[in-house]
Structure formats: structure tokens, C-alpha cells
């Protein structure tokens, strides 16, 4: 039974999926102190949170069974992703399901501050009839300048072009192609600055982003421009706006978030007449809780149970069309390095994994995650395929790939070669369609075996009767034969046994095996 913490205000609709799950059991629990969490989270495999609960190093440190830290919206800062790659921890977000309720906060936001709407509701519930002191401004003929131009940023400049805007964006991935297809010119941040009668950010906060706009932009600003963040704090330099309130430049601001959250009480945002503030509400729709917590509990699921995921922050991410065509090779590639991790002795110096035939023009990178966990796993505890590259870089397994579009017999073929200080072992696998998984070569025998339950490895000498010698010490000790496999380099030299049992062979057997005179190893190997 898997158990889930859920931390912060999470829809319980959206959790109903978690709460549904027979194999899954789900705790509640509201406003824990680090301390707090840290003497309870051992018990758990996964922890959902939005973004009010930090997801420390010290909190993952203690969470020895934590599987999944699910983030319940996009922004990922409250989570310590170095410390989770780490351990293991997969990350995953939910990047669509607040996209539209931010956008339309933006929007609000923007048209709040064109017409001093909080302003003019606080004078009239106050008693005043106050019809001269809130003259607005249009948004149509105006110019928007949009930093960030992904999922809210594209979604606020379509709604400002119907609103009859023109926009400029800035965003290091917009293509002049995608720009010409929304609507909207390219700027720079200083153009933008520069032209803008708006200026709405919606990037992630980077080093990059952080006081992307500051003085100098402010600077370069038209008198009257208004500025929106309902993105993250700390993108605009906040005293350098407050700044630019004092000399007459931005005529008004409307700010969800701030560099320090909640605001000091003397934040000079708070008792601005020109600056509208609200508590990082962006994401707080009905519809937008139910969608991410509906999002992060399905991936909740996924990982928990092994089973393929999107969505991994602390992981490149993988386009569908990627994913279709690795996919099927994923169990493949775990089982080609368990196996191979299994055969060797000593310390991993390095592992080669070539693909051929299908495989050569398809992003690998994935599928190489499943094959390094595979190889680690027999050495580390705790390998997955969030940290198997981290884990063998720290441990100076170099990891090489190789691709060749020629493969003579199969369609395609991944092989996997190992290389200790003394030895190197090579496996290669196939996917053969109606037959699914097999294992076609170990070293330089040619195998057909399929990869399931119990396998002996044999090396021996070719000599007449070993063959019968193996079966008779298996079955005299009730280990029962399913499969065989016999490949040899030539008449009377060295040779591989790969038989599948019914059952584990049991240790002191193996020890009679190696007995044999003719045999060299014998060693079973679980994958
Ligand atoms: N207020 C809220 O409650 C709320 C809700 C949801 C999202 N957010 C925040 O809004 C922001 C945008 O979210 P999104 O879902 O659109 O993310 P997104 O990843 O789809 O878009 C971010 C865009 O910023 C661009 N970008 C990155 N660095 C840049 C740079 N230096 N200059 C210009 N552009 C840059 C990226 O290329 C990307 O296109 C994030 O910071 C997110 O955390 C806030
Ligand atoms: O959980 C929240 O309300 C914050 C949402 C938002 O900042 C995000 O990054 O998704």
C-alpha cells in the first residue's frame, strides 16, 4: 500500500483519483513546520504540495521512502530539485492546468489597472462619489509587451489582439515563424521596454529573468506605462518600480507576486495608491485547482506503480512522439543491463550501449536512463531513472552511446557492453515483433533467449557429456530446466550455457556446478 501526503490546499476533487486507488492511501495534512514534516515524511511515497510548503534538502534527507514530490501547479522553486535528483526523487508538476486562470488574472490585473478599478470601488464603499480622479485608459490601439511567450504568455497575447492590441514578445524560443502565426512582433527586452503602453512577465524566475526589468529598462519606458507580474517575484525590480511610480514614468502597477512572500507589512508595494496587489491568486480557480491536482494525482499514480510518466521536472523533458517509439524498448533495455550488470566483477569503469536499425534517428536518451539504472541497480540501492546518470557520473562510470544505421540481422538491436577493470561483457536484445522481448547474443554467442525469471549463466569447455552433467546436478536437485541455450566459439573451446529454470537455483548447487571440471562459472542471474 502506497501512502500520500498532501500538503497546502490541494482540491480534494482533484485528489478523488488518489483517494479512489485501492492500492493507495491518502493523509491530509495542512501547515506542518519543516520540523514537523521531517519527523513524519519517512512513512510516505509521495508528497503533493502547492507552492506554500518548501521541499527542503533536510526534508528529502529524512523521507527514505519518497518516491514522488508532486507540485499541484507549474513553478517548481519551492522544491529543492538538486537534493531530489539525488535521491532518486522524480519531480513532476503540473504545467497546463493553471495556464487559462493565470492568463485571465493577467487580464484582470491589466484592466484593473487601466480603469483604477480596486481603487474606485475602496473611495465608493468608503461613501465618496469620486467620478473625476479615475480616468482610465483603452487597451485597444495600445501596445502590450509580453516577456515570456510560453503557455500564459501566448495565451494572454491572443486575448490582447482580440482586445485590439498590438503585441510585442520577447522570449528566447519564439521562432519568427510561431510569432507571425499569433500575432505578435519580436522585440528585445529594452524595444519592448522602450514601445510598451503595457508590459506584462510571464517567464519562470532565472538568473537570467531576475530584474529583467530594473532601472535602466524603467529608464527607457514611455510616461504612463503600466506594469503587470503575475509570474514571479523578483523578475521586476521591485524598488526600482516604486521608483519609477515616485518620478512620474509608470502611472500603474499591478503586482500577485513578490520577491518575499507574503510582503513584509512595510513593503512599499502595500500602501501605493498607483500599485494593485493580490496574494498570488494567478492560479486560484475552481477549474485550475481541480485540473492540476487531477494532473499531479494521475503522475502520482504512474510513478508510484512503475509505470511511464511525463512530466518530470528533474528530468529532460520527452515529446509524445519520442516516447511512442521508446516506449515498447524500455523493459528491454532495464532487463539488457540488470543482466549484463550481473555478469562482471568489480568496479563498473564503463558502459557502451549501441543502437542499431530503428532506434538510430530517435532521441535515445531516455531508454539509456532505463539501461544505466539496469547496469547500476546490481551495485546501488536506490537507482532509478531519475538518478542512474547522476549516480554513475559521480562515480566516474563513463557512459557511452554509440548509433550505426546498419544492423545485418535484426531491425533493431541495443547492446550493452560493460567494461570492468578486467573484464568487458557485452549483451545485446531485440524487440521481435510477435515474439516481444529476447536477448539474440552475449558476448559473441548468438542466444535466442526471451529475458524472464530464472537464468543460469554457464561458462564452460566444449567437451561431450557436460551438457548432460548440468542436467543431471539440476534435476537431481529438483531445479527444472524450461529452456536451453548452448553457443560455442568452436569444437572442444570455450562455450556459454544459458538455461531458464522453474525455480532459483539454489546456492550450494551452483557451487557443485562450478565443481564440474569441465565449467568455469555458473552464476545465476535474476532479471
Ligand atoms: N501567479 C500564479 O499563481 C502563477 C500561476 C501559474 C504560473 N505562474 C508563473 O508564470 C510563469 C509562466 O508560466 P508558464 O506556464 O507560461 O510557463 P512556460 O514555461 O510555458 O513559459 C515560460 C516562458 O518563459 C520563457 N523564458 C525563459 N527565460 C526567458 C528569458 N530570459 N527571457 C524571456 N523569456 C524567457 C521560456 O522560453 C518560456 O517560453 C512561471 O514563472 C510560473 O511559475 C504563476
Ligand atoms: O499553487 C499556487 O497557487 C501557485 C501556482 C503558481 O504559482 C504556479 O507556479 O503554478
New binding site residues.
Partial sequence: MYKVLVMDGISDLGIQLLNDAADVTVEKKIGLSEDELIAIIADYDALLVRSQTKVTEKIMTAASKLKVVGRA???VDNIDLEAATKRGIVVINA?DG??IA?CE?TFAMMMSVARSIPQAYKKTVGGEWDRKTFVGVELRNKTLGI???????SEVAKRAKVFGMNVIG?????TEDRAEKIGVKLGTVNEIAAQADFITV?????N??RH?IARPQFELMKKGVRIIN???GGIIDEMALVEAIESGIVAGAAF??FEEEPPRAEHPFLNNPKIIVTP?????TVEAQENVAIDVSEEVLHILRDEPFKNAVNMPPVPAVVMNKLQPYFNLGEKLGQFIGQTTEGAVQEIIISYSGDLVDVDVNPLNRYIVKGVLANQLEGVNIVNAMHLAKTRDVNVVIQKSTTSKTFTNLVSVTLKTKNEERLVAGTLLAGYGERIVQIDQYPVDIAPHGNLLLISHNDKPGIIGKVGTLLGSNDVNIATMQVGRKGVGGSAIMVLTTDKSTPKEVLQQLVELPELINAKELSI
Fill in positions: 501547479g507549474v513553478g504545467p493553471n495556464t493565470t488574472l516577456l515570456g511567450m510560453g503557455r500564459i504568455g520577447y522570449d528566447p524560443f519564439l510571464h517567464t519562470p524566475l532565472t537570467e529573468t529583467i503575475c509570474a514571479r500577485d507576486v498570488h491568486l494567478g492560479a486560484s
